[in-house]
């Protein structure tokens, strides 16, 4: 089937190189990163074409590097960043337009930030989630659990990460504010060393055939935790998982918590699943949302 | 949406796809449903074991195993922690969509990438027509997880090697190399592992070389035709000077010594590039210069643009000419040739649908000489453009079509030929190995980036 609209073309600002997207509920928006041009951008909520962004966040002000993934909290008017290339989440106005300095920044050792690639926000619980992953000696690939308003170089309150979670490697995560569940997607598919020009993946054996992270490692996995009980190496509370569920390597996922529904991409199908889960959403399954 | 994708769902019943019992790998299932498209009609449907047809009030009705099991397939059920259940809803779909495309006149074969079935297909060069409303066949099709095709985009074609090559954008990060006898799912002859988000790809035949557009490094790098495995590129241009920025299609014109890249204008400098897959931040900035990071690097938007450079560029040069500006209309340049013989650039503009046509030597804010626009072309989202014979070849992806028309057609025409990988009608999704996905409440619409 065909997309209802489309949002393309140089004035969008958008790169096709884009890993996170956020819809602002109560103010109608879309906000998204283009981490080819270290930029994130905001569009009304019912934008279609190639129409312009009402707002651009881009500038040496910024600190943006490489955007990965965005959330917004919209209790506190606040829009979240994960930026990988400098291992950072910064916060920024929800209004920030242009070049302008984030009101806070999490960044360094402590942080356990890597290869950032989620956020999410809780507002109601104070509590900011963020899915980070490596394989660097002594990295960390779980989620990371801090307050809403830390900042600079602080450890997280709680990490969720280690076998028992399933995760071996993960992507973009949600959050639903009303429970506190933490939606997960753990792609879970192998990936490849760094490629430098001069010497390209040097330090491996030279017969050695790389694993195509088309399908290898593990079965991916939609998981869910508890933003404030969960701590450490802990099993999901929910999973959605397995052959019948149709998904392979979900790299992405959020919910439709008015009809108790979880949606997610797959890379692997290059498709759109929806799954009916209407136990982990309050009042839904009564359809009393 | 949500409405649409139920009927959708609806509408396809007779695709979907059970048989208990069997257990195939998830690549033979993704072959297979794949393959099975051919013989189906509309959006697929995957269905657990057991169950057949759409969902009615989110429910599945149980059925029993179909008797002949010839297309069919199953998914089995993982012994997991009990999340198997089947989705409510899916959008997938399972004809392939062009991507790049190239033209063998020794030959006379027409090849291109499927980047939504993860495939190459090698067609007849005057393969469609200007009536057919049915699929054409091709001559060929390599796909399957043997192949190490993924999510792929830039082709080309060494008749004289008899040689297939295309090259995964994402994913991958590798070129796999085919010889043209190759069918179905068979390794690559050869391998070569590329530059994360490698995009086009530049046969160069009197000098044996490929040369690759990568987006994030803002760069072309060139290897020679048998450049295998780790092998690194033989020169790479890269660097402010060259004023590439988000490069995505790439063409070696031989004939005068060029090389011609298509950039969208995305553009971060050197100081914010890492080294970078998708996969690891193995470097972040602070890594590789400690505190001497400079926090006043930013990133531009720069005008769409196509850059020229000199065949033997190396390092950090300025191009010879630049296309760009309000009067070019580039915009989200994707596929870029070069017509060697009547000194002409064409341009799949995939900003606005539209296919542009340049004097070679064009430098500046300058029109196009002609613009192939409008509803009557068929053009639409196209990625892949190619000239031979007198003939300009467009592969779109915002359908399942790609389009043939005279080399000096202009304005809102008919194209003079249409190759389809679906029937006619049929609708595509548009993904691009979709990454992140956002629900908006307001109009019950689900917003997936690409």
């Known amino acids: ?289 | 949406m949500r409405h649409r994708t139920i009927t959708s769902c609806a509408l396809v019943a007779g695709v979907c796809l059970v048989v208990p019992g069997r257990r195939p790998s998830i690549e033979d299932m993704f072959v297979t449903t794949s393959l099975a498209a051919e013989e189906t009609e509309g959006t697929m449907c995957l269905m657990p074991d057991g169950v057949d047809g759409p969902p009615v009030d989110g429910h599945y009705r149980p059925v029993s195993p179909s008797p002949d099991g010839g297309q069919q397939i199953a998914i089995p059920k993982s012994s997991n922690e009990g999340g198997d259940l089947p989705p409510v809803r899916m959008v997938v779909d399972p004809y392939p969509s062009f991507n790049g495309i190239t033209v063998d006149t020794t030959n006379d074969l027409l090849m291109m990438s499927d980047t939504n079935r993860k495939s190459l297909l090698v067609y007849d060069r005057t393969a469609g027509s200007a009536t057919s409303k049915e699929a054409a066949v091709p001559r060929l099709q390599i796909m399957g997880p043997d192949t190490g095709v993924g999510f792929v985009a830039g082709v080309a074609m060494d008749p004289g090697h008899r040689e297939l090559f295309t090259v995964n954008n994402d994913v991958e990060d590798r070129l796999v190399v085919f010889d043209y006898d190759a069918r179905g799912n068979i390794k690559p002859k050869r391998l070569l592992y590329v530059p994360h988000q490698s995009w086009g790809i530049a046969f160069a035949p009197r000098r044996d070389v490929l040369a690759l557009s990568v987006q994030t490094p803002n760069m072309f790098v060139v290897f020679n035709r048998e450049a295998k495995k780790f092998d690194a590129p033989v020169r790479s241009v890269r660097g402010p000077k060259t004023q590439m920025a988000d490069p995505h299609g790439i063409y070696f014109d031989e004939t005068h010594n060029e090389v011609v890249v298509a950039n969208h204008g995305n553009f971060r400098p050197g100081e914010l590039i890492t080294a970078y897959t998708a996969y690891d931040a193995r470097e972040s900035r602070q890594e590789r210069g400690g505190d001497t990071v400079d926090e006043n690097a930013r990133g531009r938007f720069l005008p769409s643009s196509v850059t020229v450079f000199d065949g033997d560029a190396n390092g950090d040069v300025a191009p010879l000419r630049v296309i760009q500006g309000p009067l070019s209309q580039i915009d989200w340049p994707m596929g870029v040739a070069v017509d060697e013989v009547n000194n002409e650039i064409i341009v799949a503009n995939n900003g606005d649908n539209s296919i542009l046509v340049f004097p070679r030597k064009a430098s500046g804010d300058v029109p196009p000489r002609r613009v192939i626009r409008g509803p009557l072309t068929g053009v639409k989202g196209p990625m892949g453009v190619a000239i031979a014979k007198d003939e300009i070849y467009v592969a779109n992806f915002g359908d399942h079509t790609a389009l043939v028309f005279p080399r000096l057609a202009a304005g809102n025409v008919r194209p003079r030929r249409t190759i389809r990988n679906a029937p006619a009608g049929r609708e595509t999704s548009g993904f691009g190995n979709p990454y992140s996905v956002a629900y908006d409440t307001k109009r019950q619409e689900i917003l997936v980036p690409n």
């Open chain 1, 1 to 289: 089937m065909a997309p209802a609209r489309v949002i393309q073309g140089q004035l969008t600002r958008l790169s096709r190189t884009t890993h996170g997207i956020a819809y602002d509920t109560t103010n109608d928006e879309i906000i998204a990163p283009n981490p080819l041009a270290a930029a994130v951008v905001i569009f009304r909520g019912g934008a279609t074409g190639e129409e312009p962004p009402v707002r651009t966040i881009q500038g040496a002000r910024t600190g943006l590097s490489r955007p990965e993934t965005v959330a917004v909290d919209e209790k506190n008017n606040e829009i979240i960043v994960g930026d990988p290339g400098d291992r950072r989440v910064l916060v920024y106005q929800r209004t920030a337009d242009g070049n302008a300095a984030p009101i806070r920044t999490i960044q360094g050792a402590r942080t356990k930030l890597l290869q950032v690639v989620g956020v999410a926000v809780d507002p109601v619980r104070d509590v900011l989630v963020v899915s980070t992953y490596s394989r660097l000696p002594g990295g960390l690939t779980g989620l990371l659990i801090f307050g809403r308003t830390d900042q600079g170089d602080v450890a997280p309150k709680r990490v969720i990460a280690g076998p028992k979670t399933g995760i071996t490697r993960l992507r973009q995560i949600a959050l639903d504010p009303e429970t506190g569940k933490i939606y997960v997607a753990a792609i879970n598919n192998e990936y490849l060393p760094p490629y430098s020009i001069d010497k390209p993946r040097a330090g491996l054996d030279p017969d050695v055939e790389l694993p195509s992270p088309w399908n290898t490692g593990s079965e991916g996995f939609i998981g869910v935790w508890d933003d404030v009980a969960d701590d450490g190496d802990v099993p999901p509370r929910s999973l959605i998982k397995g052959r019948s569920t149709g998904i392979v390597h979900p790299a992405g996922v959020t919910f439709n918590a008015k009809h108790g529904e979880v949606i997610a991409p797959d890379a692997v199908w290059n498709g759109l699943f929806t799954f009916l889960k209407p136990e982990l959403f309050k009042g839904t399954a009564a359809g009393t949302r």
